[in-house]
């Protein structure tokens, strides 16, 4: 009892120091350390890499590096207060599922079987800024904060308190691996923020926000039926073009005053 005594003071601080507000402004609670989740990114990238095939085309790896370049630094411009990765490794995998992720400590993986449905560079700037969203809103943290509640902070403790030995058993509660970023259930309400900073971030970027909307209709056709709204965690396709359109006006604003990007070949 007299270390949980001792204990219960030190939770608070840090469920204190965990309270932030995201990018755009919605609170949240994230209490692993930017640090470690930064190092657990980049050893998901890695065993990824080691595991997965690259893809070897080289039109499409310019493709994919001159559009995630071109977001990376639109974001940074966008957003300059939220925690931006010093540096980005991008990486196009021979998988070809349609899919695309973005880890902490500035990891983007893309599918080559993405570029099915992405059939534009701008169509692919809103699957990049999406995933890149994700990142600088910190969603990765704050899911893991929700899932495992007073156990992340018990494991961030016992982190503090045994430094490299803590660092595998955590990385295994909290299901970290290959997976991650992958199979994270993000909530609706984080796949809505990540969509508003994508769309944000495509604009400022020079990317025509409209065609966000051409993505998901083509998401939409690629992916037949989808479970019930109120039993995923992931918005509707409908439900998710609305709230686009809903701030379409600003994001056209942006665009017309940005350089255009070129990343056509």
């Given at each position: 009892?007299?270390?949980?005594?001792?204990?219960?003071?030190?939770?608070?601080?840090?469920?204190?120091?965990?309270?932030?507000?995201?990018?755009?402004?919605?609170?949240q609670?994230?209490?692993?350390?930017?640090?470690?989740?930064?190092?657990?990114?980049?050893?998901?990238?890695?065993?990824?890499?080691?595991?997965?095939p690259?893809?070897g085309?080289?039109?499409?790896n310019?493709l994919?590096?001159?559009?995630?370049?071109?977001?990376?630094?639109?974001?940074?411009?966008?957003?300059?207060d939220?925690?931006?990765?010093?540096?980005?490794?991008?990486?196009?995998?021979?998988?070809?599922?349609?899919?695309?992720?973005?880890?902490?400590?500035?990891?983007?993986?893309?599918?080559?079987?993405?570029?099915?449905?992405?059939?534009?560079?701008?169509?692919?700037?809103?699957?990049?800024?999406?995933?890149?969203?994700?990142?600088?809103a910190?969603?990765?943290?704050?899911?893991?904060t929700?899932?495992?509640?007073?156990?992340?902070?018990?494991?961030?403790?016992?982190?503090?308190?045994?430094?490299?030995?803590?660092?595998?058993?955590?990385?295994?509660?909290?299901?970290?691996?290959?997976?991650?970023?992958?199979?994270?259930?993000?909530?609706?309400?984080?796949?809505?923020?990540?969509?508003?900073?994508?769309?944000?971030?495509?604009?400022?970027?020079?990317?025509?926000?409209?065609?966000?909307?051409?993505?998901?209709?083509?998401?939409?056709?690629?992916?037949?039926?989808?479970p019930?709204?109120?039993?995923?965690?992931?918005?509707?396709?409908?439900?998710?073009?609305?709230?686009?359109?809903?701030?379409?006006?600003?994001?056209?604003?942006?665009?017309?005053?940005?350089?255009?990007?070129?990343?056509?070949?």
């Open positions: 009892m007299w270390r949980w005594r001792c204990l219960l003071p030190f939770l608070a601080m840090l469920m204190l120091a965990g309270c932030d507000k995201t990018p755009t402004g919605r609170s609670l994230a209490l692993v350390p930017d640090g470690l989740m930064a190092e657990m990114g980049v050893d998901a990238f890695a065993q990824m890499r080691r595991q997965q690259i893809e085309d080289a039109a499409v310019r994919v590096h001159c559009v995630a370049r071109s977001v990376v630094d639109a974001a940074e411009v966008r957003y300059p939220a925690g931006m990765p010093e540096t980005w490794e991008v990486v196009v995998f021979d998988d070809p599922s349609p899919n695309a992720f973005a880890l902490p400590g500035g990891r983007i993986g893309v599918h080559k079987g993405l570029l099915r449905v992405a059939e534009t560079p701008a169509q692919l700037a809103a699957v990049i800024g999406h995933e890149v969203g994700h990142v600088l910190d969603h990765g943290n704050e899911r893991f929700q899932q495992l509640g007073i156990k992340a902070v018990l494991l961030v403790v016992g982190l503090f308190s045994e430094g490299e030995m803590a660092r595998e058993p955590m990385m295994q509660a909290l299901g970290i691996g290959a997976r991650l970023g992958i199979a994270l259930p993000f909530s609706r309400a984080h796949e809505q923020e990540a969509d508003q900073m994508g769309l944000a971030i495509m604009a400022k970027a020079g990317f025509d926000p409209r065609q966000s909307v051409a993505l998901w209709r083509n998401m939409a056709e690629a992916g037949g039926s989808q019930p709204e109120f039993l995923s965690t992931h918005p509707a396709h409908g439900s998710r073009i609305e709230a686009l359109q809903g701030h379409m006006e600003d994001a056209l604003a942006a665009f017309r005053s940005a350089p255009p990007a070129d990343c056509s070949g």
